[in-house]
């Protein structure tokens, strides 16, 4: 058992650290810092939170127990999983920090007295307000991180999923949810709880459900940023210093990532939660293929036109992840390096299915920070390159972008690709992005299409080379 000021100070240095841990993680090369600064906050909390209670019963044997058996899971979990499943692991682990304000949630209105929160049907009205928004929010993120796996995972189509009515119908739901927080905290109904929290399930998967793939790293942040805030009003309700502090800077922080996503997508952050991003007719996108001739070519062409550059941009995406080509890819860079040829990175914001997909990828293949670049910094330095290499970039490299007003990515930020000398573009086929639709760029007269696995075409490269 310690003091309750002991307990404030070891929680000040826990929150301390947390800040410390997301500074760290602003960077790729403080990132591992971060990450055990993140560490160490969260065993002090965790520490100091079991010293508090005073109570080491045979229920805290079987809370450690539960602990164990969870922390193996995870580390099991995070030591298989493949630097591609990220994005899906994400909102996995998102889907269970929601469920778990919903139980402490559940707990506390059941329990009360547990929680030093008043006696059942008469709990203290603040608690109650703190409560119900914790549990609605976390139900919200569990159900709507669940959808996003399922998209993720492929188990669920990645196309938006919409009917008439659809936004209507979320906004009656939201305004429910309020009303039902205001009936709850008037009447302390059971009844009215566990509609609450039905509904705020059923919000979950309905705010999701109409969001396409191309969306989906906002989706990400905006999740990240739920589950924080559920933290947060769960930590309300404990009377959890070190809880509240951790949800809300996961929450603020998620909150701010989810702008600067939108703003890489020159896109409303309401309109990617309502609107249906991606859904276009895949019958106009197929004709089109057919009229529009495309030049292919194979790895000895691309060596060719490498060897002959002075300067070469890289621009990877979400296909380089499938491939898990990275490592094939710097092993290529290396080779064009000791010829003299100037090698750079470009980085889309939205590049893969997550914030920061394609920078932790190069970051496993061991390629230096100084040739990675984002969009703002290199965007300008492609009319100048001789070759732009783009491996599995699809929608962030698409001219229409700027060019076409009807299309769905109108007005958001691409790659200028196609103001290079030569553009080698390594796909599998002509088939669309996850935004669904088809890429001009395929067709520009300086475009080669070199149709292959990612990984096999980069080898082949190399070899050539």
């Known amino acids: 058992m310690i003091s309750a000021n002991l307990s404030a100070i070891f929680y000040l240095v826990s929150g301390v650290l947390f800040i410390l841990a997301l500074r760290g993680l602003s960077s790729p090369e403080t990132s591992r810092q971060g990450n055990l600064f993140g560490i160490v906050g969260m065993i002090i909390a965790v520490v100091v939170t079991f010293l508090s209670t005073g109570n080491f019963s045979s229920g805290f044997i079987f809370v450690l127990v539960f602990i164990l058996v969870g922390g193996s899971i995870g580390a099991f979990i995070a030591y298989k999983i493949p630097m591609t499943a990220m994005p899906e692991l994400v909102a996995g682990f998102h889907s269970l920090v929601g469920l778990a304000a919903v139980f402490v949630a559940i707990a506390a209105f059941l329990n009360p007295e547990a929680f030093n929160l008043g006696t059942q049907g008469n709990i203290k009205l603040g608690s109650l307000i703190e409560m119900s928004i914790g549990a609605a929010v976390g139900a919200i993120t569990f159900s709507g991180s669940v959808i996003a796996f399922l998209k993720l995972q492929g188990i669920m189509s990645g196309s938006p999923i919409t009917f008439r009515g659809q936004h209507l119908l979320n906004a009656l739901i939201l305004i429910s949810i309020i009303i039902l927080i205001y009936l709850l905290c008037s009447t302390q109904s059971s009844n009215l709880f566990w509609i609450l929290l039905s509904i705020s399930f059923l919000i979950g998967f309905l705010?999701?459900?109409?969001?396409?793939?191309a969306d989906m790293p906002v989706v990400i942040s905006m999740l990240?940023?739920?589950?924080?805030?559920?933290?947060?009003g769960i930590g309300f309700t404990l009377e959890n210093t070190a809880l509240i502090i951790t949800g809300a800077l996961v929450g603020s922080s998620g909150a701010i990532l989810s702008y600067i996503m939108c703003k890489g997508m020159n896109r409303s952050f309401f309109n990617v939660i309502l609107g249906g991003f991606g859904a276009t007719d895949d019958a106009s996108s197929s004709t089109s293929k057919e009229q529009r001739p495309v030049k292919s070519g194979n790895a000895d062409d691309a060596a060719f036109l490498m060897k002959n550059a002075s300067s070469v941009i890289i621009v990877p995406g979400y296909g380089m992840a499938v491939a898990q080509a990275q490592h094939a890819l710097?092993?290529?860079?290396?080779?064009?390096?000791?010829?003299?040829?100037k090698v750079s990175y470009a980085i889309h914001p939205v590049a893969g299915r997550m914030p920061g997909h394609m920078n932790v990828l190069l970051a496993e293949a061991n390629v230096p920070y100084d040739e990675v670049f984002e969009l703002e910094e290199i965007n300008n330095d492609f009319a100048n390159a001789d070759v732009a290499f783009v491996i599995g970039a699809n929608d962030v490299t698409n001219p229409v972008a700027k060019t076409d007003p009807q299309s769905p990515i109108y007005g958001m930020p691409v790659l200028d690709v196609e103001k290079c000398k030569s553009v080698l573009f390594v796909k599998r086929s002509l088939s669309p992005g996850y935004a669904g639709i088809d890429n001009d760029l395929f067709y520009k007269e300086n475009t080669l299409m070199l149709f292959a696995d990612a990984k096999k075409m980069t080898e082949d490269i190399t070899k050539n080379l």
């Open 224 to 232: 990240n940023s739920y589950s924080g805030w559920a933290a947060a």
């Open 330 to 341: 710097r092993e290529m860079v290396d080779t064009l390096k000791k010829n003299d040829i």
């Open 207 to 213: 705010l999701i459900i109409p969001i396409g793939g």
